[in-house]
């Protein structure tokens, strides 16, 4: 969020009008400052297991003890005696949500093992499980909680024993508390027993939910029955519906192969009726055997229940394609549909949003193929979008436009609201649409009809505006910029551009003015050289709702639509999972591990554990600006190192409980190449603070390699409830630890330490806005070592390569004007780490920017505000 600035280029010395902040109380210091001139840290999952307590099924020697796996040294290690099978496992301390485990093996490793947690040391559940151990370093996703985690190993791959010179398990206190489930595992599970009385009375009878049908036995002891739970489980309870010909003596035994088995529960003085007994046992396969029957016949079994330790998952319910339930904060309308009806809505949810911009509130208007007459006036956090699989499929006689009356024409606070997948025809003798955006409002894959036509991208003559996005559009007429002072185009096609303030890019945008920097500041950039447009979601001929995943483009400029069918795959919406308000993690984890994709419905999801996508190509889709937020200082979201993930159309929020990551793309460590399929991030949008006080050390983590950014802006807040040094505490908005990750059209703001710190060769950066923080109390809270401040972008100083163009970053340090930053950007001397294009504003001359980037540029201050720098090296 950018001040206010004339609708004109200002010049040297003239203040903008100050926009509205909110002024909070300076209440501490940022401690433990990273110095300067060192590669920074990379935010990555907690390593809890280090230097805590570890034991061993054996060890080799006194030399190899079980503790010299968690000691942090890779050169000491455990080694167990040379058998099969053995185990190390370590005590976190306290319950952790895992969500990865590394394992640095010696020569000697384990072809075949499971990972496994615990809450008390001896019930285990298996998370990760291979029997094709690869040994040297393995970095495992897993998705499981407790206090202990285990290497359990089957099967060596040596004659030796096991060696690890280190185990190490991340992720994060806290999460879910177990309970003791009511669901029945057992139901509907296979079952075998000892004997049957009858064809009338078979094992599967006791697992069936059916109290009317029951297993009995032959008239003999000892008699069993045994259900397959299918996995490896924590068993916290069984229910025993005897019928008369019950049990005197038995006992509870579970089993990891149905050949072992272990005793966990037994009595001599069985009552029969219902028994509810309590225990705690781990097995894939439980049994019920019986050694004494208390009746002349044998033993009957109404139902056998199991219920298991964990956060009960309920059913994850289907989704009719034709009729799905989208929440009640999403509104289609058809044709057939009233105009008064349509409009009614449309002014009911404006006169609602129009201010609304920290409320709870979120909506989607969709509109199904077909011809409207509308005007759509969007207010905060609501999306309109369009039903087809063409923008031109559906056309809104009127407008679709946005607008700053609100606060006096400055659209510097317009955020939060898109425009989607629509053509929009204006009403007679009108040639003027107004989209007076700044930052997450993007117009994306619309059809602004008639040559005649100009769309603004402020509020007209009375206003100002700070940055946006256009892709995948057309615009017949002309785009006017007037006081909007940076914005990224696209993929599009234009029949003008006019107008240009600090910082306007424009990329394999048809149409575009010629390149000239810094006067005009036009970055053109003739081609994308890879790009995947957004899903949306649609409605086919028939009337079934279905989402297009548009294919990778290479090289491409133009609309992937325009006079063209788009390339691309569709999904049915049956293989969606449609997530509403007040479903839990688990059930949404539950879907993915069903293999279902995620449609988010407008609205507040709170997550109590991280939403885990571990499937290559799963479509995470949200409508209404879909807002997930942790409740309790875990991280909202993880994706596996995987191909082709997609995420589209949501919002992360933190909430008052420090999260160590917003979310992560990739484990840490993560490896493996994805240039075939790169997983993808479009309008993905951060908000650390605004609503309340949100807390997270880092917003976005990207560890694996090849990723596409489309579209995301990360914002620790400067205004509005729960801001301050103090309050809204976050260190750095994006993190890139992969290598070759690409990022069009990226808005960093207002962190307290680096905002954007890049690790990974290869990367390349297509836009960059950026406001340093306003809060600074004072230069010696705001210091990097020895520098002064931190830069905004920051590339390590070991990479070898890296090349980003059209990049704005601006100071504003009104609680102490004297603060400095000494660069916005830094960077390693290198011929392949180019800048191109560069500017650095004081705005308002509150505040001074000392250095474009290195040693190199101007000075931005109260004397020369705006600073431009076209190349470094």
């Known amino acids: 969020m950018t001040s206010r600035v004339p609708s004109v280029r200002p010049a040297p010395g003239r203040r903008p009008a100050r926009r509205r902040t909110l002024v909070g109380l300076v209440l501490a210091l940022v401690a433990a400052l990273a110095p300067t001139g060192g590669s920074p840290a990379q935010a990555a999952p907690v390593l809890l297991s280090q230097g805590r307590p570890a034991t061993a099924s054996s060890t080799e020697n006194a030399g190899t ?11 000491t290690r455990w080694a167990s005696a040379f058998s099969d099978p053995q185990w190390l496992q370590v005590d976190l301390g306290t319950r952790a949500t895992i969500s990865q485990v590394t394992l640095v093996w010696e020569g000697a490793y384990a072809r075949a093992f499971q990972i496994q947690t615990s809450d008390d040391g001896s019930a285990w559940t298996t998370v990760a499980s291979t029997t094709t151990g690869t040994g040297g370093t393995q970095n495992l996703t897993v998705t499981g909680a407790g206090r202990y985690v285990r290497m359990y190993g089957t099967a060596r791959a040596t004659g030796y024993g096991y060696s690890l010179w280190e185990f190490q398990v991340y992720g994060e206190t806290g999460g879910p508390t177990p309970t003791c489930g009511s669901a029945n595992a057992a139901q509907g599970r296979p079952a075998t027993a000892s004997s049957t009385e009858n064809a009338g009375t078979p094992a599967s009878a006791a697992v069936d939910g059916n109290t009317g049908t029951r297993w009995a036995s032959l008239a003999a002891d000892p008699q069993w029955l045994q259900v397959d739970l299918g996995s490896s489980r924590s068993i916290c309870r069984v229910v025993l519906r005897w019928e008369a010909a019950h049990a005197r003596a038995f006992q509870i035994q579970t089993s990891a192969d149905g050949s072992a088995w272990s005793t966990a529960w037994s009595t001599t003085t069985g009552p029969g009726g219902v028994q509810s007994i309590d225990l705690t046992a781990t097995g894939r396969y439980l049994r019920v055997y019986g050694t004494a029957r208390a009746t002349g016949y044998g033993y009957s079994l109404w139902e056998l229940e199991v219920n298991v330790t964990g956060t009960e998952v309920p059913p994850v319910e289907p989704t009719d394609p034709r009729n799905p339930n989208l929440g009640p904060n999403t509104f289609v309308f058809d044709p057939s549909t009233p105009t008064a009806t349509i409009q009614s809505r449309l002014n009911t949810l404006f006169t609602q949003q129009e201010t609304n911009q920290f409320g709870p509130q979120r909506y989607a208007v969709l509109f199904k193929p077909g011809t409207y007459t509308a005007d759509v006036n969007l207010g905060f956090f609501t999306q309109v979008a369009g039903l087809g699989m063409s923008p031109d499929d559906v056309n809104l006689n009127g407008h679709v436009r ?36 700044s930052q997450a409002a993007p117009y994306r894959r619309m059809h602004l009809r008639g040559a005649q036509n100009q769309i603004q991208l402020w509020n007209g ?4 505006s700070s940055g946006g996005l256009m892709a995948d559009t057309k615009i017949d007429g002309t785009v006017v910029s007037g006081s909007q002072q ?12 006019t107008g240009s303030v600090w910082n306007m890019v424009f ?14 500041s036009h970055t053109v950039i003739a081609q994308t050289p890879q790009v995947r447009e957004k899903p949306f979601l649609y409605v086919d001929g028939t009337g079934e709702y279905r989402v297009f995943v548009p294919a990778l483009r290479a090289n491409s400029a133009g609309t992937s639509w325009y006079g063209k069918t788009p390339a691309g795959s569709s999904l049915s919406l049956s293989e969606f999972y449609v997530v509403r308000p007040g479903t839990s993690a688990a059930t949404i984890n539950a879907a993915l591990a069903q293999g279902r994709h995620l449609l988010f419905t407008p609205g507040v999801h709170h997550v109590s554990e991280p939403i885990q996508i571990n499937r290559a190509n799963t479509v995470v889709l949200g409508l209404g600006l879909a807002t997930i937020q942790p409740d309790n200082g875990t991280a909202a979201m993880r994706v596996a190192d995987v191909d082709g993930v997609k995420v589209a159309g949501v919002m992360f929020e933190a909430g008052t409980v420090n999260s160590p990551v917003l979310m992560e793309v990739g484990p840490a460590g993560s490896a493996a190449s994805h240039a075939a399929n790169p997983t993808s991030l479009h309008d993905v949008f951060f908000r650390i603070g605004g609503p309340g006080v949100g807390r997270a050390s880092t917003t976005l983590t990207v560890n694996s390699d090849n990723v596409i950014g489309d579209h995301m802006w990360l914002w620790r807040a400067d205004h509005g409830d729960g801001v301050g040094w103090a309050a809204n505490t976050a260190d750095t908005g994006l993190t890139v630890n992969g290598d070759d990750v690409t990022m069009y059209g990226l808005f960093v703001e207002h962190y307290q330490k680096y905002q954007t710190v890049w690790n990974g060769n ?5 836009f960059y806005q950026n406001e340093m923080p306003y809060d600074p109390p004072n230069q010696g809270a705001w210091m990097n070592g020895a520098s002064r401040g931190y830069a905004a972008y920051k590339v390590a100083d070991g990479v070898t390569s890296h090349q980003a163009w059209g990049l704005g970053s601006y100071c504003y340090f009104n609680a102490d004007p004297s603060v400095v930053a000494d660069r916005a950007i830094e960077a390693p001397t290198n011929p392949n780490v180019r800048f191109t294009n560069m500017v650095t504003v004081s705005l308002g001359g509150v505040g001074t920017i000392n250095r474009v980037i290195n040693n190199a540029g101007g000075t931005a201050n109260a004397g020369t505000q705006v600073v431009y720098l076209t190349t470094n090296p």
């Not at 990329?507 to 005009?520: M, R, S």
């Not at 290869?762 to 297509?766: A, D, K, S, V």
Request: charged letters at 10%; glycine letters at 14%; proline letters at 9%.
């Open 65 to 75: 003890p079980a503790s010299a796996a968690v000691d942090g040294n890779t050169g």
């Open 402 to 437: 946005v607008e700053a009356f609100w606060m006096g024409g400055n659209a510097t606070q317009n955020f939060w609201r898109s425009a989607e997948n629509l053509s929009v025809t204006l009403p007679a003798g009108t040639s003027v649409e107004r989209w007076a955006v």
């Open 461 to 464: 003559g009375d206003g100002w």
């Open 486 to 497: 940076q914005w990224y185009s696209r993929n599009s096609e234009f029949g003008a551009w």
């Open 507 to 520: 990329q394999g945008v048809t149409g575009a003015p010629p390149p000239n920097f810094p006067n005009p």
């Open 762 to 766: 290869g990367g390349r950066t297509y």
